[in-house]
């Protein structure tokens, strides 16, 4: 791709008429999409073993391909991929307006989003639910909405509105999944059949990420890998009396505890193991401060803090702006996002329990191997049990696929950065940001690879309390209408 000047491809009239039309297309269509969608409960596989005889999935699948199809974008191809006992995958293609955007080895413009969504969780508030969207001052709220149910409604209207403004643009393909919250261990299988229509890739624009605000455009600098998995740790075939056992019968409880102790320091919350640390590029440094500038206290304010002994509220690791955003991105961290073999307190008898399971999630840097990672933990945590107790870690995922690895956005081409920082001022009135985000897109990493020459455009509407994957997930419809409009005018620079 060629360097330009950012104001040749999208001049301020149309960027104003590029608004107007996502501006409609979000009010009188995607607003609506978007709200019957959130109803249905399409939980990823992780979440739902059923799936396939529920068909939550095939319904938001077909749903979306309908409504891409009734758009009538001219030369569209869609066709729903399937392939046999994984999740299916939307793929579409439109051939480029830009002359001679159509030859083999023209520049292809990769477009990404999924549609299964993140449990229910609790918490909500009394009038919202998980499946009960509502549409409430610029915020709908209801899961999967944000995340990123809107990806591919945005991404044809950002097509769409280059083509009803006369903007060239290249040609488009879209990968829209329906396993990205379970690590999109079905997606290398559908990247394998798909590569030979993908053509040239120069621009990936995957809009599953997150903002700093809601004042600017923002793009992904950096996405952290996973291993997820459960822990158990039995000790007993049966629950005893603990008055009885007790003091003889080690409690499977503080076994697990001793096992999570090789594996992070308690009391600062650091990993323990350097295998799981990577060195911090000095670039993404600099790209923090600059950001921690921008935002502030507002890097850990924005999040829902309980109310401490003191009266005060709850404290975060750190006040540090830099010093957050470095630990959110690129510091691996342990999380337990579940538990068995625990009665509820009100069926809570005096019973030493045979077993504890935890669920964890390890979040690693960019830069470390998530399979390699996986293998490593299981050793970790099952080698030399105390007690000689029975310890299993049994990683999330398929066999060859059960850590994500993280992702490191390629330099910015002098093109794209000119692009980005003119969208972010024609749509929003402020510079393009840059941040690191703590999530993981396995895709980015799986794309990278395959199209190491591709820039990436990796962002999304997931700013302050928009809380995916918890209680009160929305999406900020206002910050949605200027990102695809943003999204537009960077396509039409590419190529």
């Known amino acids: ?79 729903v991929v399937r392939i046999a006992g994984r999740t299916p995958v939307i793929f579409f293609e439109v051939p480029a307006t830009k002359a001679g955007g159509n030859e083999k080895d023209a520049d292809t413009i990769c477009m990404y989003g999924h549609l299964d969504k993140q449990p229910e969780f609790n918490g909500w508030r009394n009038d919202l639910g998980p499946w009960t969207p509502k ?45 990205e919250e379970s690590g999109s261990f079905d997606l290398p299988a559908y990247l394998d059949v798909l590569r030979p229509r993908l053509g040239k890739v120069s621009l990936v624009v995957c809009l599953d990420s997150g903002a700093g605000n809601y004042d600017q455009l923002w793009l992904t600098t950096s996405l952290r890998g996973m291993v997820s998995g459960t822990l158990k740790v039995e000790i007993l075939s049966e629950g005893v009396h603990s008055g009885d056992s007790s003091g003889l019968v080690p409690s499977s409880f503080r076994i697990l505890r001793q096992v999570l102790d090789r594996l992070e320091d308690s009391k600062t919350g650091r990993l323990l193991p350097e295998s799981f640390h990577c060195e911090i590029p000095a670039d993404r440094i600099e790209q923090s401060r600059a950001t921690a500038a921008i935002l502030g206290d507002e890097v850990w304010k924005r999040f829902p803090w309980a109310c401490g002994a003191d009266g005060g509220s709850t404290l975060p690791t750190t006040t540090d702006p830099l010093e957050a955003l470095l630990n959110r991105t690129w510091k691996p961290t342990l999380s337990v996002t579940g538990a068995d073999g625990f009665p509820e307190l009100k069926n809570a008898g005096n019973v030493l329990r045979p077993y504890t399971a935890f669920k964890l999630s390890l979040r690693l840097p960019p830069l470390i191997d ?80 395959g199209f190491p020459a591709a820039q990436m455009m990796v962002c999304g509407v997931l700013g302050p309390k ?30």
């Not at 109803?39 to 699948?61: C, L, T, Y």
């Not at 709908?140 to 280059?162: E, M």
């Not at 941040?435 to 990278?448: A, D, K, R, V």
């Not at 009160?472 to 190529?495: D, I, R, S, W």
């Open 466 to 495: 928009s809380n995916a994957h918890g209680p009160n997930e929305f999406l900020h419809v206002p910050y949605g209408k200027k990102l695809t409009a943003a999204v537009a005018q960077v396509m039409a620079a590419c190529g």
């Open 1 to 79: 791709m060629n360097a330009r000047d950012p104001a040749l491809p999208v001049q301020p009239d149309e960027a104003s008429a590029i608004a107007a039309f996502a501006n409609r297309t979000w009010d009188e269509e995607i607003v609506s999409a978007i709200t019957s969608y959130i109803e249905i409960p399409a939980k990823s596989p992780m979440f739902d073993a059923d799936w396939q005889k529920n068909g939550h999935i095939e319904r938001v699948i077909r749903d979306a391909a309908s409504w891409v199809e009734s758009k009538q974008v001219a030369g569209l191809k869609l066709e």
């Open 370 to 449: 998530g399979n390699e990672a996986a293998a490593a933990l299981k050793t970790l945590l099952e080698d030399n049990a105390p007690y000689n107790a029975k310890v299993t870690f049994n990683a999330d995922g398929r066999v060859g696929a059960v850590g994500a690895t993280g992702w490191n956005a390629p330099s910015l081409a002098p093109w794209l950065e000119d692009a980005l920082n003119a969208a972010s001022q024609a749509h929003f009135g402020a510079p393009c940001g840059y941040i690191g985000q703590g999530g993981t897109i396995p895709l980015m990493s799986m794309l990278q690879k």
């Open 135 to 179: 549409y409430q001052n610029g915020l709908l709220y209801g899961r999967g909405g944000a995340d990123d149910g809107y990806a591919v409604y945005a991404s044809i209207t950002a097509i769409l509105a280059l083509d009803k403004a006369g903007i060239p643009r290249p040609r488009c393909v879209g990968i829209i999944e329906s396993c």
